[in-house]
């Protein structure tokens, strides 16, 4: 069986940023690197979008980039602009082009099927692949999203719906998510925050047909990409292993008041990068705790009073959009978090703090 110095399980977001950050910065010039990955070709799959609050190595695969969001409720609408952290949208197909064609340059990195055909006992593991087998009763943001081209002029592409509240709630959380890449394309997401155990939500293309035609007055369009996916909103156990490092959802990248994980993998592969050659021996790069604490709070509050989030989050931007947006990629300060937690409804967290 053949033996390599590094070993990354999953070529996904995380795996991928990570033996990229590692190529690019010349740390595999005399080292192996193997990536575990079952999938045959790699095509565009997923959306990843963020707040640009930091630098990463992506700009060339954006496909939009916003300066003004919206966020509504059925009575109330706010228009947030955010031109100092302009929000972004990747590309996952050229996200995968772009680092797939420079780790071709490397032959001392090799693609595998299985970890089965590999020696792993002396090799430094990153795993990326999480386990969350029988969690269908925790929470997750479930979502389901069609990119649509209509005939005629119809988006206002400068401006895209981070949350629309005005929709059927069904006692759990539930927004639509718009995209505008140009006037006549769009990417539109129903969103759920709730258990997968509960299959009456499922019914995601009869959702997203209703709003089109029923909200945004859209009858004709064509469909030309779909994307469905599930984000844990909960903390995996880790179970230490020898010589085994989680990253990515795996490692606890994702945010789990919000789903978002892009720019947290880039930092956690730029903080491994950096450490490489001690990375036994320092510790794990994680997600600020004092995020978790206040997002397990939060998700209590939702998960026991599912028709108030669409409030909740529209009090959260009635702080100054940079809060706003600061609190909710991790980078806020203790003055920013006091602004946030300000807005909030205080008997109800105080009951689930309690």
């Given amino acids: 069986m053949k033996e390599f110095d590094y070993i990354i399980i999953g070529g996904g977001c995380a795996g991928l940023s990570l033996a990229y950050e590692l190529?690019?910065?010349?740390?595999?010039?005399?080292?192996?690197?193997?990536?575990?990955?079952?999938?045959?070709?790699y095509k565009r799959d997923k959306t990843w979008s963020f707040w640009k609050v930091f630098s990463h190595s992506f700009d060339d695969c954006i496909k939009k980039s916003w300066n003004t969001f919206s966020i509504n409720t059925a009575t109330?609408?706010?228009?947030?602009?955010?031109?100092?952290?302009?929000?972004?949208?990747?590309?996952?197909?050229?996200?995968?082009?772009?680092?797939?064609?420079?780790?071709?340059?490397n032959k001392n990195i090799i693609f595998f099927k299985s970890i089965d055909q590999i020696d792993k006992s002396n090799s430094i593991v990153f795993n990326s692949v999480p386990s969350f087998e029988n969690k269908q009763s925790e929470l997750w943001q479930h979502f389901y999203g069609v990119e649509i081209e209509t005939r005629k002029d119809f988006f206002d592409e400068g401006i895209f719906n981070l949350m629309d509240f005005n929709c059927d709630q069904r006692d759990r959380v539930h927004f639509f998510y718009t995209l505008p890449f140009t006037k006549k394309t769009a990417l539109v997401e129903t969103t759920w925050i709730s258990e997968l155990n509960n299959d009456s939500l499922n019914d995601y293309e009869e959702q997203i047909d209703d709003y089109l035609c029923n909200h945004l007055n859209l009858r004709q369009c064509k469909i030309h990409f779909k994307e469905q996916g599930a984000i844990p909103l909960f903390r995996q156990k880790n179970l230490n292993k020898l010589n085994e490092i989680n990253i990515g959802s795996a490692g606890g990248m994702t945010r789990l008041s919000t789903g978002y994980t892009f720019l947290n993998i880039q930092e956690q592969s730029r903080y491994i990068r950096k450490n490489l050659e001690n990375i036994k021996n320092v510790n794990l790069y994680k997600i600020n705790s004092k995020y978790d604490f206040l997002d397990k709070i939060l998700l209590r509050v939702l998960k026991n009073n599912p028709n108030d989030m669409g409030d909740?989050?529209?009090?959260?931007?009635?702080?100054?959009?940079?809060?706003?947006?600061?609190?909710?990629?991790?980078?806020?300060?203790f003055f920013e978090d006091l602004a946030i937690i300000s807005k909030m409804p205080k008997w109800k967290f105080l009951k689930e703090l309690i």
């Fill in 23 to 41: 190529e690019n910065n010349d740390k595999l010039i005399n080292k192996t690197l193997a990536i575990i990955e079952p999938r045959e070709d």
């Fill in 76 to 105: 109330e609408t706010k228009y947030v602009d955010c031109q100092s952290t302009p929000y972004q949208t990747i590309d996952s197909g050229l996200f995968y082009e772009k680092i797939l064609s420079k780790l071709k340059s």
């Fill in 312 to 333: 909740i989050f529209f009090k959260v931007f009635n702080s100054k959009p940079k809060t706003a947006i600061n609190f909710l990629s991790n980078k806020s300060s």
